[in-house]
């Protein structure tokens, strides 16, 4: 055991682990079976009723309709009501034809993302309204018109919406003039610059018929964001763009016939205009004697193009000749943005607030990246516990849908001292609202319990301004029954779904509050360019996140690469003293996973992880479980601490999978994807009640995956302010009754409310 400390204000917490505690091993996670042979698995579809009849329902967090009190604009940093109050995102996406489903699944869907808290839906991208087979310039009406009425469904339940004008993904056809492929082109060829534009004008000059209003003054329209996970200076950072120059025209033509994705290829067409724009820029911004002397090094012809670096010259080459190469790059990705701005702002008259892109892929070329899209109204990030990839043996089918033999490592974010969150430290800029539009644990993670409580309460204490689930669908499926069908979907996911209130609860009414203190760093302009050739470098200790906010203060100086190079403990204490994040052993030891992470605050207090191996009491719960690995969220529904609430919000989550799943031996691939129904692992413990306060009974009783009351209700004493709720039925959400009186016991006695 270790003792209690206390540093300052802030009481260094350290657990008790138990190594002998007679549960089984983790390995028991990985021994390659159906997840249907273990009893613990059930049936457990989500439903989507038309109307919510739930007592956990938490639209009392949203403003009715969307918009109601005008533009949502950005105020000292954040975003906020025309008033100044603060304003925070919390959202899903719906992505692809899930974007424009049928009425009747949109009233289900504005429905039940209310009842959790959801108040914005990113909706895209362009493929979802056009003519299917058709050239990529022609809106389907009937694609519009479900889009329409999904988009005035969530607007008068109080859901915002965010619209995505990335547009060619799906490819050009003939009739576009465009070659195909060639997606990041989109920030240099006019031809595709002026496509981008006629369907941003075709969408948000378009009238809603629901609402009376045209997109582009509608203040329901939270975000139009420009382009999504493509960016010019990544695609040059990755090589694409020199190693197609290098090729023979006629391999580069077998290639492009053989292209599959758009986001990772570039047509010799392209390629060689990106090489005569980028000789073109050094005519104008280096001087002559400077490229009379490079191609003099290089042994470049006068008649010749100065070509580019490929990958391997860039790290011994000259720093005024790198410098200008990706200076040329960065300034394309400027131009776009500011031009597509004031196209927007001037021609359409849009006033949402814009997004560039995101940064997306948190690697060397990040303040790169942030440099032109903090140009515009939010800097936005993605970031994914452990995206699926496809292995050698996936097809095409499978390499788009991320499911039967793709791989994953498998593994908990708390078990990963490096861990995650790395979109933060890179991605936010002071005086920027910070966005997080994508994140997830894609299924069928067998860890993703943790993930929805540990992003909503990581943003709010890093003082982000929304974080945004990726996604809902991708098609309309929400009447349908079936299995989750791809790792990114959580309509399906009753794990996801029943966390999606407690996330709301966390981060929209702010039960996590925000670090009490900022780190910041400074970077140069060299630096922001130099980071690109330097993979070793990184400017922070990238776990300050779990101890401070932190912020970049400037990408234009003076230089301070580092704002605290001091180890972060073991575990990881918030200077809120609200947060506990203790790494367990390093990844790859499954026998010895330890891990967990816990909020201990007023109105919220949670659980996750590796919590059986440890002596875990909260300010008023701890329980007992012989689950492995799970998370267990309790929040005050009517807004008071838990002590003197009356009622609570209570989840707890293990793992879920689709029938007949299966694995491979090592747990890293998922052989077979499995049928439905969707069936979940319960949870059977106790969760023990301390410190309640003006209560003598509590009312517990399971919830269906709807939120709705289902039959088993308990009542249970409480004396001295303590009580024991067995979690015994076979869901994963609770509603909690704390009433007055010490009545007797009684399975038919009724609750008072809800």
């Not at 603060?86 to 899930?98: C, L, S």
């Not at 359409?348 to 899209?373: D, E, P, Y």
């Not at 030891?589 to 949670?606: A, E, L």
Request: include cysteine; glycine fraction near 6%.
């Amino acid at each position: 055991m270790t003792k209690r400390t206390k540093t300052g204000s802030r009481s260094e917490k350290k657990s008790d682990f138990l190594p002998g505690n007679g549960l089984k091993p983790c390995s028991a996670y990985h021994q390659g079976k159906e997840v249907n042979d273990s009893d613990r698995f059930v049936p457990f579809d989500v439903k989507w009723p038309r109307k919510s009849k739930s007592p956990a329902d938490v639209r009392f967090l949203l403003e009715a309709p969307a918009g109601k009190s005008g533009w949502i604009t950005v105020k000292d940093g954040h975003l906020a009501y025309p008033d100044g109050k603060r304003f925070r995102v919390y959202g899903v996406n719906i992505t692809n034809r899930g974007a424009v489903p049928g009425h009747d699944s949109s009233v289900r869907i504005a429905e039940n993302l209310a009842r959790c808290g959801i108040n914005c839906v990113r909706m895209g991208p362009a493929e979802a309204l056009l003519v299917p087979d058709s050239d990529c310039r022609a809106i389907d009406p009937q694609s519009m018109d479900k889009f329409d009425f999904l988009a005035a469904e969530l607007k008068k339940r109080g859901i915002y919406i965010y619209l995505r004008l990335d547009y060619g993904i799906r490819g050009f056809k003939s009739g576009d003039g465009i070659p195909d492929c060639g997606y990041p082109a989109l920030y240099f060829d006019s031809r595709y610059q002026r496509c981008h534009r006629e369907y941003a004008r075709q969408l948000l000059a378009h009238e809603n018929p629901y609402t009376g209003l045209k997109y582009s003054e509608d203040p329901a329209v939270l975000f139009v964001e420009l382009t999504n996970e493509m960016s010019i200076v990544e695609f040059w950072e990755r090589d694409v763009i020199q190693q197609r120059l290098k090729e023979p025209p006629a391999e580069c033509a077998v290639k492009e016939a053989e292209w599959t994705t758009r986001q990772n290829c570039m047509p010799l067409e392209y390629a060689q205009e990106f090489l005569r724009l980028y000789n073109d820029w050094l005519s104008v911004n280096i001087p002559p004697d400077t490229r009379k002397r490079w191609r003099k090094e290089n042994s470049i012809s006068a008649d010749s193009l100065i070509p580019l670096l490929d990958i391997q010259e860039r790290a011994q080459a000259p720093k005024e000749r790198f410098h200008a190469e990706i200076g040329f790059v960065m300034d394309l990705e400027r131009k776009f943005f500011l031009s597509t701005r004031d196209f927007l702002r001037r021609e359409l008259g849009i006033r949402s607030l814009l997004i560039g892109n995101s940064n997306f892929g948190h690697g060397t070329c990040s303040l790169a990246l942030i440099s032109g899209t903090s140009l515009l109204d939010v800097v936005d990030t993605h970031f994914y516990w452990e995206h699926p990839y496809p292995s050698p043996n996936s097809t095409i089918d499978e390499f788009y849908n991320y499911r039967d033999q793709c791989i994953r490592e498998n593994t908990p974010m708390v078990d990963n001292p490096e861990l995650p969150f790395p979109a933060i430290p890179c991605s936010a800029l002071e005086g920027k609202p910070l966005l997080m539009s994508e994140y997830n644990s894609p299924f069928p993670q067998e860890f993703a319990a943790e993930a929805i409580p540990m992003y909503s309460a990581y943003a709010a204490f890093q003082d982000m301004d929304g974080i945004i689930l990726h996604t809902l669908c991708n098609r309309d499926i929400i009447t349908k029954p079936g299995p989750v069908g791809r790792p990114f979907d959580i309509a399906k996911d009753p794990q996801k779904m029943s966390q999606l209130a407690a996330g709301a609860l966390i981060f929209l009414r702010a039960d996590v509050r925000k670090a009490r203190e900022t780190r910041t760093c400074s970077f140069s302009p060299d630096q922001v360019k130099e980071a690109i050739r330097n993979r070793d470098w990184y400017p922070l200790e990238k776990r300050l996140v779990f101890r401070h906010r932190i912020r970049i203060a400037s990408l234009n100086g003076p230089e301070i690469s580092c704002c605290d190079t001091a180890a972060v403990e073991n575990p990881a204490i918030s200077d809120t003293n609200e947060l506990t994040l203790f790494f367990g052993s390093p990844l790859f030891h499954r026998k010895n996973m330890t891990g967990y992470f816990t909020i201990d605050t007023g109105r919220t207090q949670v659980l996750a992880g590796f919590i059986n191996r440890h002596r875990l009491p909260l300010k008023n719960i701890s329980v007992e479980t012989e689950a492995l690995f799970c998370a267990i969220t309790v929040s005050s529904l009517d807004g008071k601490a838990i002590s003197e609430s009356e009622k609570l919000y209570v989840t707890a989550n293990v793992r879920v999978a689709n029938t007949h799943m299966r694995w491979s031996a090592d747990r890293r691939i998922t052989e077979v994807w499995g049928t439905g129904p969707v069936r979940i692992e319960p949870w059977s413990g106790t969760l023990f009640l301390r410190g309640i306060k003006n209560a003598g009974r509590a009312v517990l009783i399971p919830l269906n995956s709807d939120g709705s009351v289902m039959s088993g209700k308990r009542i249970i004493p409480i004396e001295a302010g303590k009580c024991s709720l067995p979690l015994k039925a076979v869901t994963n959400a609770y509603i909690v009754y704390l009433e007055p009186g010490r009545r007797a016991c009684s399975e038919d006695s009724k609750p008072s409310r809800g």
